[in-house]
């Protein structure tokens, strides 16, 4: 079956660094993938999302790009704040879209100190 | 924004009682709602599809007379753990899907923390 995996957490930063949380995932045909972010308190939000193969998702700074050949979704950000602090999940979708059933991955719990 | 609620954000029950979790999409309507579960350190899984009007879809391993899904309007879903023992204790998080135009758009409720003693 359909399945997502990230890196193991916390990952711990000063302000300004650059990020990168690897995700990889295992599917059938062709999901389309996403980025969640959960802060402290509140519920999942939609990050960014990439629906086909070389696709680049992008908000609020955070990037990443959809690798069919490596079968990765790597979130990345050219300098964190503190107020980036949150858990974040990498998901799939196996029907397109994110009325779908999502698959996630573990998340990964992101600190940034000044 | 769309704005997804859950009650109650955490409960305590007894072993062997009953314990309902609403999920209620407050300004939009949704004809579909998921229930996921997250164990502490683990991924959400996904537990039942919920549609309005109509029976809930379970995922394999889910008991579905165990934990009964009710989506009696197009703005609330509720969750019943029926019997509830220790090992249903656990993280239960919603999500509300509004249809926009060309694509819909799943949203997230802040979750219920139930634990049975």
């Known amino acids: 079956g359909d399945s997502v995996t990230q890196m193991e957490g916390p990952v711990t930063l000063s302000e300004e660094a650059f990020l990168t949380i690897n995700c990889t995932y295992t599917?059938?045909?062709?999901?389309?993938l996403f980025w969640y972010v959960q802060y402290p308190g509140e519920g999942l939000q939609l990050l960014l999302k990439a629906t086909k193969a070389d696709d680049k998702g992008s908000n609020k700074g955070f990037e990443a790009t959809y690798r069919k050949e490596t079968t990765s979704f790597h979130l990345e950000k050219g300098s964190v704040q503190v107020s980036d602090s949150a858990v974040y999940f990498c998901?799939?979708?196996?029907?397109?879209?994110?009325?779908?059933?999502?698959?996630f991955g573990t998340g990964t719990r992101l600190q940034v100190t000044l | 924004g769309a704005v997804v609620s859950q009650h109650p954000s955490r409960v305590i029950c007894k072993s062997g009682t009953s314990v309902k979790i609403e999920c209620r999409s407050l300004d939009f309507q949704a004809t579909t709602m998921f229930w996921y579960r997250q164990f502490p350190k683990q991924s959400l899984m996904l537990m039942a599809t919920s549609n309005e009007g109509s029976k809930a879809t379970y995922e394999q391993g889910v008991e579905k007379d165990k934990f009964l899904i009710n989506h009696a309007s197009l703005t609330l879903s509720t969750l019943t753990v029926t019997s509830a023992h220790p090992e249903d204790s656990s993280f239960y998080i919603c999500?509300?899907?509004?249809?926009?135009?060309?694509?819909?758009?799943?949203?997230f409720g802040p979750g219920t923390r139930l634990t049975v003693l």
């Open positions: 998901a799939l979708s196996g029907l397109g879209g994110t009325a779908s059933k999502l698959t």
């Open positions: 999500s509300a899907v509004r249809n926009a135009g060309a694509g819909d758009t799943q949203y």
């Open positions: 599917a059938t045909g062709y999901p389309s």
